[in-house]
Nanobody, 120 residues
Framework: QVHLVESGGGLVQPGGSLRLSCAASGSIFSIRTMDWYRQAPGKQRELVAGTILGGKPNYADSVKGRFTISRDNAANTVYLQMNSLKPEDTAVYYC??????????????WGQGTQVTVSS
């Protein structure tokens, strides 16, 4: 079983910055993708930024130039640096990872979510 634990959310003023972290643990052989999603009240969950092992990161148009996703493969951790935050970035942010566990069993895991609120 694979567990994801997010941290780093909170309340920030417009224009401010936050850095989210997501650490994966458990029966992990290899992680293929590590992504950040978000869900605002009354809206569907959307992909914010994603990484794939050996590939380039991708971003939602709404966060390009403001958010940066990075990954520490040795630590099975993904980060999301969020700059120039806007009120419309307010949401619960979720980490997702998929890959292969020990015994070559595939996994697709979600974190519990961390609240990000951008408000003055």
């Amino acid at each position: 079983q694979v567990h994801l634990v997010e941290s780093g959310g909170g309340l920030v003023q417009p224009g401010g910055s936050l850095r989210l972290s997501c650490a994966a643990s458990g029966s992990i052989f290899s992680i293929r993708t590590m992504d950040w999603y978000r869900q605002a009240p009354g809206k569907q969950r959307e992909l914010v930024a994603g990484t794939i092992l050996g590939g380039k990161p991708n971003y939602a148009d709404s966060v390009k130039g403001r958010f940066t996703i990075s990954r520490d493969n040795a630590a099975n951790t993904v980060y999301l640096q969020m700059n120039s935050l806007k009120p419309e970035d307010t949401a619960v942010y979720y980490c997702n990872a998929d890959g292969t566990g020990w015994g070559l069993k595939p996994f697709d895991a979600w974190g519990q979510g961390t609240q990000v609120t951008v408000s003055s």
